[in-house]
């Protein structure tokens, strides 16, 4: 079984970045995605990022395509998510995820098998 630790989450304020980090246990086979959702206390857990293992093709919501950016490490089974220019509306729990198959695409949470603790982010303006 795959286990996914998260790091790198706090207080920030406006226009600020943050790189988050996520560790997988086990191994990461070539057909996984691992990706980064967000949920904000009463809303539904929503896609950020998202990077194939295997081709290193990657995906992003609109809302963050362009200040964004996921990056994989296969030989530490790492995943970074680079975060810039950051605004209040980023605020969240960022949660950790792996697909094995991502039989209903690699941006659909239900692709996903494996997920992290969260990570608590939170922009000040």
């Known amino acids: 079984q795959v286990q996914l630790v998260e790091s790198g989450g706090g207080l920030v304020q406006a226009g600020a970045s943050l790189t988050l980090s996520c560790a997988a246990s086990g191994t990461v086979y070539s057909q996984y995605h691992l990706g980064w959702f967000r949920q904000e206390p009463g809303k539904e857990r929503e896609f950020v990022a998202t990077v194939s293992w295997r081709n290193n093709k990657k995906y992003y919501t609109n809302s963050v395509e362009g200040r964004f950016t996921i990056f994989r490490d296969a030989a530490k089974n790492t995943v970074e998510l680079q975060m810039n220019s950051l605004k209040p509306d980023d605020t969240a729990v960022y949660f950790c995820?792996?697909?094995?198959?991502?039989?209903?695409?690699?941006?659909?949470?239900?692709?996903?098998?494996?997920w992290g603790q969260g990570t608590q982010v939170t922009v000040s303006s």
């Open positions: 995820a792996a697909a094995t198959t991502a039989p209903w695409g690699p941006t659909n949470r239900r692709s996903y098998d494996y």
